[in-house]
């Protein structure tokens, strides 16, 4: 059984974490402890979104689908119903 802890931080810029040293025009957000995961764990610097705002970006992230497709799954990118049948990582896992 895979063991695997995932933190998904949404809308938040390269440049916002106190981590990665940026100037960002939305300005610095404190954040202490994904600040501590980034110094002691694997950092992946370069990733995909699956799109720009939170709920299909998570979808995204469930389903593997990438965002141009949900249509054709019937889905809207804000929600997985279970009558849609759409398999998920934690199904696949």
């Not at 063991?3 to 954040?31: C, K, Q």
Request: hydrophobic letters at 35%; charged letters at 15%.
């Amino acid at each position: 059984r895979p063991n695997i802890v995932w933190v998904m931080a949404d809308d938040m810029g390269w440049g916002e974490v106190g981590l990665f040293p940026a100037t960002s025009p939305h300005g610095r957000i404190a954040t202490p402890h994904l600040d501590r995961f980034g110094s002691e764990g694997t950092v992946f610097r370069q990733a995909y979104a699956g799109y720009t705002v939170c709920a299909p970006s998570r979808t995204t992230l469930f389903t593997g689908r990438h965002s141009g497709h949900f249509r054709s799954a019937g889905l809207d990118g804000t929600r997985l119903p279970p009558s849609k049948g759409v398999g998920t990582l934690a199904e696949v896992l």
